[in-house]
């Protein structure tokens, strides 16, 4: 069994300042892990993934995210908010070769002036 | 149209009323899935389809009735629904490669009230 948890339904932050967003998992076999995106009306984008390899991951728009086995941790992290990226960001981990994910309650990120 | 597209974006039915939801994806995968998003709750699976063949029913309750039938249109009819199915229904392709981790691309949702 599989489970994410993301720490905190809300963040918010001023532009310009960094954006940390929380996920922690639950897997017993090595996972996949994915951050993905979702802005009002619109379905969800994947921002990165981590799969195998290097554990730092680099994603779309200034994102990034780093696998951390011994924590179980996968933050999602981005230098500068920009008004952007207020959106809600979801962190899910898959296993095996069916691309049955798992998914997080979501964060809402609100960026502030 | 590129990506994934659904329709319709919103929906609204009573509950003795019978409807169905369309995705079709333009991207030549080989598996499609259904979400469904409410408030407050993660996303829940609701069905996944593998080469047309249907891989994945997470105890769905009946009144959802899933259809795939090639690979790029998957459907969900609906019927005797109830107040609490109101939600938003994500529809998602891959391209399944055996190697696992594959991405899963999502259409815009049809947003559903049930009254």
């Known amino acids: 069994a599989q489970s994410v948890t993301q720490l905190g339904s809300h963040v918010s932050v001023s532009e310009g300042a960094l954006v940390l967003l929380r996920c922690n998992y639950s897997?017993?076999?090595?996972?996949?892990l994915f951050w993905y995106v979702q802005y009002p009306n619109q379905g969800l984008q994947l921002l990165l993934k981590y799969t195998t390899g290097a554990t730092l991951v680099k994603g779309i728009n200034g994102f990034e995210a780093e696998f951390k086995k011994s924590e179980t941790s996968f933050h999602l992290t981005k230098p500068s908010a920009h008004m952007s990226d207020a959106a809600e960001y979801f962190c899910?981990?898959?296993?095996?070769?069916?691309?049955?994910?798992?998914f997080g309650t979501g964060t809402r990120l609100q960026v502030t002036l | 149209e590129t990506g994934v597209t659904q329709t319709p974006r919103h929906l609204v039915m009573g509950m003795t009323n019978k409807k169905s939801l369309k995705c079709e994806q333009h991207?030549?995968?080989?598996?499609m899935y259904w979400y469904k998003q409410s408030a407050k709750k993660p996303l829940e699976l609701m069905f996944v389809y593998s080469l047309e063949e249907r891989v994945e029913n997470n105890s769905v309750p009946s009144r959802f009735s899933p259809e795939c039938p090639n690979s790029s249109h998957l459907f969900l009819h609906l019927h005797t629904l109830q107040p609490e199915d109101s939600a938003l229904y994500l529809c998602?392709?891959?391209?399944?490669?055996?190697?696992?981790?594959?991405?899963?691309?999502f259409g815009p949702g049809t947003r559903l009230l049930v009254l």
């Open positions: 897997s017993s076999v090595p996972p996949y």
């Open positions: 998602a392709s891959s391209q399944l490669a055996g190697s696992g981790g594959e991405t899963q691309y």
């Open positions: 899910a981990v898959g296993t095996g070769t069916a691309s049955k994910l798992t």
């Open positions: 991207l030549g995968h080989n598996a």
